[in-house]
């Protein structure tokens, strides 16, 4: 006689293989209707679970999760991630834990992702990067109740632990440092508007713009890539009154715009200051070095790792502060000519 699977029974609920593995496992995520709906399916099909199957989720994976919502290409493009893996990979490795990294083009499919994820017991918890303030893969963790620690503000993390970094001071660090050098006009070239920690940043960037009195100031918003960057600064050096420093929220982005400077003929740092976020090997080799907010990326991994496998392991997560971003000038920066 064949067995009957939880595929059988998902075709004849007329559900996913998901949601039928929430309700036979007594997991949140289906409503109590549905639960009993699938139950009483299964009694009429004989299902029983197998004794493989429980065995298995009983177990640990011995895996954490990570998704990355964002072009696949970006990755090799934009060192943050590689250095952040690097801190996680440090903490997790020691401990004999294995990540599991998947790519995929937008939250939906990463929250369908955690959904497999939790349904098979591949991961034991996850990481979640790149968040929205209401981000719906918060709730979509909290429902299925997956250990998880955000690398974000509390804001955004929605009640969940978190792991953050203070944006909003280190942006205003920044600026000041700008405005020291005799800068009145600076722009900043963003990231992704929807995302908290750009949204922090803008807010930071405002309010030091209006609390030193600059004579113009705006935000270009930006996917972070080279092309947006280079298109961003092209604007605004073209403008009848163009910046005198610009602040960008990534390397590759104030590299594109160091290329784009010299191809309009702008001194750097002459007639114009660049300035870019998350210091990389990158912002060394320009010509010249571009000056940079430094903020210790593997040891930001390493946190949110440390904080994830305590949860795992039955302890509390909370939240705690990452690295604050440090100033290293570079001659990228000078005073404004006169």
């Given amino acids: 006689m064949t067995r009957v699977t939880i595929t059988d029974i998902a075709e004849r609920a007329g559900l996913s293989k998901g949601a039928v593995s929430y309700a036979l496992n007594d997991k949140p995520g289906v409503s109590s209707d549905t639960r009993e709906r699938v139950h009483q399916i299964a009694r009429e099909l004989g299902w029983t679970p197998s004794q493989a199957a429980r065995s298995l989720s009983r177990s640990r994976a011995d895996t954490v999760g990570l998704v990355l919502a964002r072009p696949a290409r970006m990755l090799g493009l934009e060192p943050f991630y590689m250095e952040f893996i690097s801190g996680v990979e440090e903490v997790i490795a020691a401990e004999g834990i294995a990540l599991m990294l998947h790519v995929v083009d937008r939250p939906g499919a990463e929250i369908a992702t955690y959904e497999k994820w939790w349904a098979q017991r591949r991961v034991d918890g996850v990481l979640l990067v790149d968040l929205e ?24 993390a929605g009640g ?8 909003g001071r280190a942006m205003r660090d920044a600026v000041r440092y700008l405005v020291r050098l005799g800068h009145k006009r600076v722009a900043r070239v963003g990231g992704i508007p929807a995302l908290s920690h750009t949204v922090t940043r803008d807010h930071a960037f ?18 972070f890539s080279g092309e947006a960057g280079a298109r961003a600064t092209r604007a605004l050096l073209t403008q009848s009154e163009p910046p005198t420093a610009i602040v960008y929220d990534n390397d590759v ?5 160091l ?39 593997p040891a930001l991994g390493a946190a949110a790792a440390q904080m994830l496998l305590a949860i795992i392991d039955g302890g509390e997560g909370g939240s705690r502060e990452g690295p604050l971003p440090a100033l290293f000038p570079r001659g990228s920066t000078a005073p404004p000519p006169h």
Avoid: Y
Avoid at 206 to 221: F, N, P, R, Y
């Fill in 160 to 167: 969940l632990p978190f792991v953050s970094t203070d944006d």
């Fill in 259 to 297: 290329g784009v400077a010299a191809e309009l003929g702008v001194s750097v740092p002459g007639e114009l200051s660049l300035l870019a976020w998350d210091d990389s090997p990158l912002c060394e080799i320009t010509h010249p070095p571009l000056s940079a907010m430094r903020r210790d990326v």
């Fill in 206 to 223: 405002l309010g030091v713009a209006a609390e030193s009195g600059l004579t113009k100031h705006q935000i270009i918003d930006t996917d």
């Fill in 133 to 156: 303030l209401n981000d719906p893969r918060v709730a979509a963790v909290r429902e299925l109740e997956i250990p998880a620690v955000c690398v974000s503000s509390g804001d955004a």
């Fill in 253 to 257: 982005m104030a590299v594109a715009g």
